[in-house]
């Protein structure tokens, strides 16, 4: 038995010794009345609750969340976290995050009234960005500044944009699986911009790591992989372990699934040697428990108990994936039982800083500029794609903080303790009513929004694409502001209904979608969703499905479920379904307004072509 079984196994040991004594005198209290009288005997103590610790590391904060056997949220916090940027580069610090975590689970248990005892399991979700630390655990720079803090490439980052294109330009098997071309947001291009930028920090690093798996070994010791990680952002063929092993088995499977032509191909070749050591050797089903849980050091800094069980991780979009995917109203729930299908017909939104695009079958399709297929990357035994918005939360801050009528209407949202949402929500019903439009959304009949300012993730798959309005005006007003806002939120969700109708252009046949993350929280853009794309849109009754979905990787961990899909079975819970308009105008106009929104990228890549020509 090793040093840190013991622990966990001494650890346990002590837990166990308060309640065998309250066991024995509770014998004792029960022969002593039966010697007296004949006595109905006292019931036994209550069993212990099941908590689920999920936390999950965003863009700009790290979360925690607890959550019952039933799915409900007893209690979250958050902490923020340090964020550089400086052009196409942005960076993160992993000891600023982990420190963070630490804060929000101790403050998330305080809210909740809930001891670090009581805690049955732990799972991680994080944003895909990448880690580099050496032998030691020690950060390692990723940024021109030579700080050592700053070891984590942020997923957002696009310095490596020439980097994917020579990638993408050696026409690899593996590309097939990531819609036929990696991403500047993935793992190799990053990889091999620092190895052409940054040799010294190249040499030593020791290990390379998505950020939630980064979490899961800090957390354990264990450097297992999660299939969801690398399949999604590191090339990995999950499918490989097809017939090797089923998610019931979950354990850690040895890495079959690295395609060392590929690595060598790109420069890159380093990264097989120790069997794939600095990018992962062994890899597992999300929610496999790792090593013997949380070791003592770590669960002293979040406030926790040896050994907990920690599931493998999940990159965040995933977990919200997980987190509601199973969010269907009762009466479909029960024909989802009999039908493996049932959840093939759904798409999951995750909106947040961007919005990423979830949907599963059981055979894989291949979507050209759509991410996948990754066989079990979310859904154990499952096929994933995933599409993608790089810029929609963010997006929308952007046009907003940057129009002159912001700050004053900052101040009117924070005066009433409403968001600025809902505020800008307010005066364009107030507009509807003023100018007797037929419905909110014809407001916008001049002004139209293509929301690529951060390039196109998928369907176009162009990372060069750029941001476009057309219809501005001289106007500053208040008003004016409300309407930029609300063709914004029609220019996503007309990108939206872009990847839609791609993906069941090949092969997929969604018809719901479940939405979750802070923009599914805004009324006007789940309803214009709605509208545009033409389906209902079910929200879950736990808006924090990231935070459950992490939630249920440490449940699975802990067995208390035996699979990924048994655990969202029990743990996630529909909500409100918001159905489209059903009035022929409205769809009479989004038709009309999503015409002009593919001709305006048409026009885009005009405009490119006629100055490249200009430049040549």
């Not at 499918?239 to 790109?266: L, P, T, V, Y």
């Not at 009466?331 to 017909?345: L, P, Q, R, T, V």
Request: proline share 5%.
């Amino acid at each position: 038995m090793s040093g840190s079984q013991r622990r966990a196994w001494s650890d346990q040991t002590l837990l166990l010794e308060p309640l065998q004594r309250r066991h024995q005198q509770i014998q004792h209290h029960s022969r002593l009345s039966s010697s007296v009288e004949m006595s109905t005997p006292p019931p036994p103590p209550p069993p212990l609750r099941s908590v689920f610790l999920g936390v999950d590391v965003g863009t700009g904060s790290a979360r925690a969340g607890l959550f019952d056997d039933d799915g409900r949220l007893l209690g979250s916090a958050s902490s923020p976290i340090q964020i550089w940027k400086d052009g196409d580069c942005i960076e993160q610090s992993s000891t600023d995050i982990w420190l963070a975590i630490c804060t929000a689970v101790k403050a998330a248990c305080s809210l909740a009234n809930i001891s670090g005892e009581e805690v049955t399991s732990l799972g991680f979700a994080a944003t895909c960005s990448l880690v580099a630390v050496d032998s030691d655990g020690q950060p390692v720079t990723v940024s021109w500044s030579g700080d050592t803090r700053r070891n984590i490439i942020v997923w957002m980052d696009h310095r490596a944009v020439q980097q994917a294109e020579r990638i993408n330009s050696s026409n690899s098997p593996v590309l097939q699986y990531c819609g036929g071309a990696v991403s500047p947001e993935m793992q190799p291009p990053k990889l091999l911009w620092v190895k052409e930028n940054l040799q010294e920090s190249w040499s030593m690093a020791f290990r390379w790591m998505d950020l939630s798996d980064w979490l899961s070994y800090r957390a354990t010791g264990d450097d297992t992989r999660s299939l969801c990680t690398t399949v999604c952002k590191w090339t990995y063929l999950g499918h490989a372990h097809m017939q090797q092993i089923n998610e019931k088995d979950s354990r850690d499977m040895e890495a079959c699934g690295w395609d060392d032509d590929f690595w060598e191909e790109i420069g890159l070749g380093d990264l097989v040697d120790g069997h794939h050591s600095k990018i992962g050797r062994s890899v597992a089903f999300p929610g496999h428990a790792l090593g013997s849980g949380l070791t003592p050091d770590a669960a002293k800094e979040l406030g926790l108990v040896a050994g907990t069980p920690v599931g493998t991780s999940l990159i965040d979009a995933h977990a919200g994936g997980v987190g509601v995917m199973e969010s269907v109203p009762v009466s479909d729930s029960e024909a989802k039982d009999i039908d493996k299908e049932a959840i093939c017909h759904r798409m999951v939104l995750v909106c947040g800083t961007s919005t990423c695009h979830m949907a599963i079958s059981q055979s894989k399709l291949f979507i050209p500029g759509v991410w996948g297929p990754f066989w079990s990357a979310m859904v154990p035994q499952y096929w994933l794609t995933e599409g993608g918005q790089s810029a929609t939360g963010a997006l929308l801050d952007y046009i907003i903080e940057n129009h002159v009528a912001s700050p004053h209407l900052a101040n009117r949202a924070a005066s009433r303790r409403i968001s600025i949402f809902e505020l800008l929500n307010e005066i364009l019903e107030s507009m509807k009513q003023e100018l007797g439009s037929l419905f909110l959304a014809a407001l916008t009949d001049d002004i139209h929004v293509f929301p690529d300012f951060h390039g196109n993730r998928s369907p176009i798959a162009d990372p060069k694409s750029k941001g476009m309005i057309c219809g501005l005006s001289l106007d500053t007003s208040e008003k004016q502001l409300a309407l930029l806002y609300l063709a914004t939120v029609q220019g996503i969700a007309y990108g939206t209904r872009h990847i839609v109708e791609h993906c069941n252009a090949h092969g997929h046949k969604i018809n719901t979608l479940l939405a979750c993350g802070g923009l599914a929280k805004n009324s006007l853009f789940v309803q214009e969703h709605a509208d545009i794309i033409g389906y209902p849109i079910v929200l879950p009754r736990e808006n924090e499905s990231v935070l459950l979905g992490a939630a249920i990787l440490g449940a699975v961990a802990s067995k208390k479920y035996s699979t990924m899909r048994e655990a969202m079975k029990a743990l996630n819970s529909a909500g409100q379904v918001v159905y489209p308009s059903n009035e022929a105008k409205v769809k009479k106009y989004h038709d009309a307004k999503y015409r002009i929104f593919r001709e305006l990228y048409e026009q885009q890549l005009s405009h490119r072509s006629i100055m490249v020509e200009a430049l040549a």
